[in-house]
């Protein structure tokens, strides 16, 4: 659709409409204005009004993130983006900025072709990353940038963390945003979507240009909109005429070629440039058409008033004017949701729900190699009636950005849908994710529907046999929009509820109940939908309480009825990042250097974050018994630090060697792992056999795989060895790797020459070099990676064809000191000590019950914050969590 090429057409073609500004300078010339009493700060005069923008979050996922710093595909640097969030938060406050996020918890059925359409692009980019990965090693370029599994989940808490007003829109994303903004009467828009410039804000400034720089600065782009009509030369009132025939999701690019083709000699949609088709356009409305009947032009556009086409390019001309100044009051939510799976639009709007994919029906004309997109069934699923008092608080909740956004698409219209994850989807090596947990969103289904109390009134009406009552069990059946190879996105699954074994309450009851029985319940729902509900899963001393979601997940990992999924050495490099005392130095994981980047370690922490969302998914709809402070990705979870320590697993003789000889934390990785495998019949996965002898196929840089044992025997040396991933590449002298003593190839031009068996020497024992290779050091790229045996001091080591290796000097990475350097931003986490789980189930305040003491908005009260020395008196801090982000001076 040309409208999406709207913006950069205008910020590159049109001179004047669009001019680098600084924020900062922006507030302080609104601060000195006098403005509405509405506007002022606590405390505050008419000459402290601050600057308000409304900021569209899914517009600007990765400045959010603090830009596209290369190790995004190991999986997220969460504390790293809290860190780069508190900095942004810190200069917005200080400089009399008040900012409100928007994030997009809207399933929009009506933009589902153009959702899949998106997706579908980010599969392709997902493919290209994990092809350079498994080529290169390397993280790969910006251009191929893919949001984090748990992107969007990680910034609401951050944000809400450092008390930032975050929301989430119900059921139009755009008209939402734009109605709040001119509803508060904020001063500006931030985003990156040419339909908030049809909508003409007070204000419009670009998310992708904003950079937080050294000098201080806050700098973006804004778009003058009075120059962006004049270059143009249309009046802003015929941008919503602009916008309808560029194409949307209400008429698309297909219902509109013939119309482009009459305006452009020789036009096809592949070759001709946007930039000619947005000039073709305003030059037909400038000189050709009556803007002052719709109908007119409608005829005009589609050669005939009858044709099925007008009626869309009313309704879509319609839509922009309700976003806009005049027309943004006809667009009002209604306060509780629906599950007819039709968009809740005010009575004053007089266009339907927009027919999606029936051209069976429609005269437009249609291309046969187009993807037909999805099929969507317009009769939605039955589904039991959710009481009201649910229905608000999980609306409340869910405008709020409190709630998982899944638990009010699923109760209001029975449906989901789930972006694409990164996963290779040709060598299936590990799970479709968002399937392999599917079997918890089938527990969840049953709470939210109250399945177990239907099959008790029904048992009992049967039974007693009463008239008037139902003696059938309702069928709860829930659509999931998931991406596979042979379905990306056609047609949507239906999923059926899954009762869970024992007397689970109402949904009523786990999210309004009290007492000390109900928070019981809760934890028991939750813990059983993950199927952990064991005892030392409530042991502190085995899980201590902010790392209950990271056991949870990897026990369900671990109990796959589907066939072993982690090998040893990857469940303990989870365990141990969890527990390393680097996950919460957001510099030493700054300055950390992969030497390499594999394809399993990626969509490994790709599929552990896809559990975490599923159990926070499950977490919410049980009635949130584990605090939401708790449930903070970066308690538990870095995928850089994650990927190193799966790197030194893989080549490690023991588990005290990937926790750098601290017995301690091996003790409490034991125990965890106890915990996570307790009554469990454990079977670890091994890795694929190679078609050739000592040739790694899945990266033939890296040269053969290591010697391999087996898993039974887990007693330190040999441990976890023969995994990709194990050593570093290897270049240089047309060699494809380093030559293990167990055999190789001798590779020449990529073509091999000539293949040996193993040396061995009169002992039995391998020759050239020791027994247990290790990684040694290198370069970020790989290229001076080596294998060096244990306990040899030498800087050489000898190959099968005995000659001396140089190998690179090994580059160690000094860990900093408690206090960095100045001006550089320190966290603190409270966790000294982990507050029991009896202590939790005997908090005052639990659930989502109104009558607590509480804010409703709030939830659940977390854990009290623990004492911890500061190392600045000066910083951010979130009442209700104890965590600290300052700033060292």
């Known amino acids: ?117 998106q997706e579908c692009s980010l599969r392709k980019n997902v493919n290209s990353v994990l092809k350079h990965v498994s080529v290169k090693g390397t993280p790969p370029p910006k251009v191929w940038w893919v949001a984090p599994v748990g992107l969007r989940t990680c910034l609401r808490m951050a944000l809400r963390h450092l008390n930032i007003q975050v929301l989430c829109t119900m059921d139009d994303h755009h008209q939402e945003v734009i109605a709040f903004c001119r509803e508060n009467n904020y001063h500006g828009l931030m985003a990156e979507d040419a339909e908030y410039i049809i909508f003409d804000p007070p204000r419009y400034f670009s998310s992708h240009q904003l950079k937080l720089t050294y000098k201080g600065s806050l700098e973006t782009k804004e778009f003058i909109l009075d120059e962006v009509a004049r270059g143009l030369g249309l009046q802003r009132n015929y941008f919503c005429l602009l916008a309808a025939l560029l194409g949307n999701y209400l008429l698309t690019e297909t219902d509109l070629r013939d119309f482009y083709a009459a305006l452009i000699q020789g036009y096809d949609k592949q070759t001709t440039p946007q930039e000619e088709i947005i000039r073709a356009v305003v030059k037909f409305i400038v000189n050709r058409c009556d803007v002052n009947n719709l109908l007119t032009i409608g005829a005009q556009v589609f050669g005939s008033i009858n044709d099925p086409r007008v009626a869309k390019f009313k309704e879509s001309v319609q839509y922009f004017l309700n976003g806009t100044k005049d027309g943004f009051l006809r667009y009002k939510p209604f306060p509780s949701g629906r599950r007819d799976g039709v968009p809740r639009y005010s009575p004053h709007q007089q266009y339907p729900r927009p027919d999606i994919q029936d051209h069976k029906h429609s005269s437009s004309p249609v291309d046969s190699t187009q993807d037909p997109g999805p099929q969507i069934d317009p009769n939605p699923l039955p589904l039991p009636p959710v009481p009201h008092e649910v229905m608000r608080t999980a609306s409340e909740r869910h405008q709020k950005g409190l709630m998982c956004p899944w638990v009010y698409q699923v109760l209001t219209q029975g449906e989901v849908k789930f972006g694409v994850c990164m996963e290779d989807e040709t060598v299936r090596e590990l799970p479709n994710a968002v399937l392999f947990f599917r079997a918890i969103r089938q527990f969840v289904y049953a709470i939210l529907f109250n399945l177990h109390h239907h099959t008790f009134m029904a048992r009992k009406a049967k039974e007693e046999g009463q008239k008037g009552l139902a003696t059938e069990v309702p069928e709860i059946k829930i659509r999931e929009w998931v991406y596979t190879k042979n379905n990306p996105y056609r047609t949507a699954d239906i999923v059926e509820a899954t009762p869970i074994n024992w007397a689970v309450p109402t949904v009523q009851r ?281 306990g040899q001091p030498t800087r050489f080591v000898r190959s099968t064809r005995g000659r001396p290796t140089v190998l690179a000097k090994r580059r160690t990475i000094k860990k900093r000191d408690v206090r960095p350097p100045r001006g550089r931003v320190g966290m603190e986490q409270p966790m000294n000590r982990s507050m029991g789980m009896r202590d939790m189930l005997h908090m005052p305040d639990s659930g989502y019950n109104s009558h607590s003491p509480m804010r409703r908005d709030e939830g659940l009260t977390p854990c009290p914050p623990h004492a911890s020395q500061s190392h600045s008196s000066s910083g951010l801090k979130s009442p209700d969590s104890g965590v600290n982000v300052s700033i060292l001076e």
């Not at 996922?61 to 290369?70: A, W």
């Not at 969890?578 to 790709?606: C, E, I, K, W």
């Open 1 to 117: 659709m040309a409208i999406q090429d709207l913006q950069r057409f205008l910020e590159s073609q049109v001179p004047g409409a669009c001019v680098p500004v600084d924020l900062l300078k922006i507030a302080r010339s609104i601060a000195i204005r006098r403005g509405h009493p509405r506007n002022m700060p606590r405390g505050g005069g008419y000459m402290h009004s601050p600057l308000t923008l409304v900021v569209d979050g899914e517009c600007c996922l990765d400045r959010l993130y603090g830009g596209f710093f290369s190790d995004w595909v190991c999986g997220g640097q969460w504390n790293r983006m809290v860190q780069f969030l508190a900095v942004l938060i810190q200069t917005v406050q200080n400089n009399n900025i008040e900012l409100a996020v928007f994030f997009n918890g809207a399933l929009e059925q009506q933009r589902l072709n153009e959702w899949s359409k």
């Open 510 to 790: 786990l999210w309004f109940g009290s007492v000390v029985d109900d928070k019981k319940r809760r934890l028991r729902a939750f813990l059983s939908c993950m199927r952990s509900d064991t005892p030392l899963m409530l042991h502190t001393s085995h899980v201590p309480q902010h790392l209950l979601i990271m056991a949870t997940v990897l026990r369900y990992i671990m109990s796959s009825p589907t066939g072993p999924v982690l090998r040893k050495q990857e469940l303990d490099a989870f365990l141990v990042t969890a527990f390393s005392p680097d996950l919460t130095n957001a510099h030493y994981l700054q300055d950390l250097q992969l030497p390499l980047v594999t394809g399993r370690g990626a969509q490994l922490a790709a599929l552990f974050m896809m559990g975490v969302e599923t159990a926070l998914f499950a977490n919410d709809a049980c009635g949130a018994p584990v605090p939401w402070i708790m449930c903070c990705p970066w308690l538990y979870f870095d995928g850089k630090l994650f990927h190193a320590k799966l790197i030194k697993a893989n080549c490690a003789r023991s588990l005290l060697e990937v926790c750098e000889g601290d017995i301690e934390l091996v003790s409490k990785v034991e125990r965890c792992r106890q915990a996570v495998l307790e009554g469990l019949r454990v079977e670890f996965a091994h890795p694929l056999i190679s078609q050739m002898p000592g040739v790694n196929h899945n990266n033939p840089k890296m040269g053969p795989y290591p010697p391999y044992p087996n898993f039974a025997q887990h007693n330190g040396q040999g441990r976890g060895r023969g995994a990709v991933g194990g050593a570093p590449p290897v270049r240089g002298n047309g060699m494809g790797g380093r030559m293990f003593s167990r055999g190789g190839q001798l590779q020449v031009a990529g073509v091999v020459v000539g293949s040996w068996g193993p040396n061995y020497g009169s002992n039995g024992r391998p020759r050239g070099g020791a027994r247990y290779p290790q990684y040694g050091g290198g370069m970020r790229d790989g290229s001076s990676g080596s294998m060096v045996g244990r």
